[in-house]
């Protein structure tokens, strides 16, 4: 697995700086979390990172790939995929929402031309039996033929990080994935989280407030504030930075469940 590095991101909006000289590095194999108060950045970083922004200077790559200018079906394809902070799924069963992860992958080689007919019916079998076990690896495996609107919103949300899982990315980047939740089901998308990353070995980008799942998870933290990097290292390093703890701990413990 092929580590990403974000190196010296800066995006501007009109009047705004959202990140400024960003860096950070996703090892492989390894959890990441960007940390910070509403408004640091992070899901704009999110956002480069899949895509969805330019950065006004600054690269990111996987490996020795160039990502930054690329379009996010790309990015995807290449082995980066997302989740959203909002819920973003189809209509339809679980089971579709995996197929339309999955269809963004395997259409990728159709488009290229690299499929025939004989090869589609294939394809669409083995597609199922991959978002099958994408399914029950994320534990949603008695859910699979229910309609996504009707799961309760802890499993609705996991949809989401089984559908990036679809796309068998090198790097799942995950924006808040238990916001919302109660803390069972917390407890439950924790564990998903760590059983993903030791069966698939894929790196983690970890989006998220709850400042023990934080530290339980990341094997490193980077802070922003204000779309500037104020601390990276351990999760311990960071926990003990002076302006870490004024511009965030402080408040994020306080949060309510
Ligand atoms: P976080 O995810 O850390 O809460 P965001 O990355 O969503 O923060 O936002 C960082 C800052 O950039 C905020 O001030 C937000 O209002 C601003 N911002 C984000 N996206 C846009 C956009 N498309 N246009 C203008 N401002 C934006
Ligand atoms: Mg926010
Ligand atoms: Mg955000």
Redesign the pocket.
């Known amino acids: 697995m092929p580590p990403l590095h974000v190196r010296d991101v800066t995006v501007r909006?009109?009047g705004?700086t959202?990140l400024e000289g960003v860096s950070l590095t996703v090892a492989p194999g390894t959890v990441h979390a960007l940390i910070?108060p509403?408004?640091?950045?992070?899901?704009?970083?999110f956002n480069v990172l899949s895509g969805l922004?330019r950065p006004s200077c600054g690269t990111v790559h996987l490996g020795d790939t160039d990502l930054t200018r690329l379009a996010p079906h790309r990015i995807a394809a290449l082995g980066v995929a997302r989740t959203f902070?909002n819920i973003v799924t189809t209509e339809g069963t679980v089971a579709d929402n995996l197929m339309v992860g999955r269809h963004a992958l395997t259409r990728a080689g159709f488009a290229a031309g690299a499929l025939r007919l004989p090869y589609a019916v294939r394809e669409q079998r083995e597609n199922l039996e991959k978002v099958r076990e994408i399914a029950e690896l994320t534990g949603l495996g008695p859910h699979f033929d229910r309609p996504v609107a009707l799961l309760p919103y802890g499993d609705r949300k996991r949809v989401e990080l089984a559908r990036a899982l679809c796309l068998e990315p090198k790097v799942l980047l995950l924006d808040e994935p238990v916001a919302g939740m109660n803390a069972g089901e917390r407890a439950r998308t924790a564990e998903v989280v760590t059983e993903v990353r030791a069966r698939l070995g894929l790196s983690v980008l970890l989006?998220e407030h709850d400042m023990g799942l934080v530290m339980r998870l990341a094997d490193e933290v980077t802070v922003?504030d204000f779309?500037r990097l104020i601390a990276q290292g351990t999760p311990d390093e960071v926990r003990a930075h002076p302006q870490v703890l004024r511009a965030y701990l402080g408040t994020a413990n306080d949060r309510e469940d």
């Open positions: 909006f009109a705004l959202a910070g509403n408004g640091a950045g992070k899901s704009t970083c922004y902070q989006v922003l779309g």
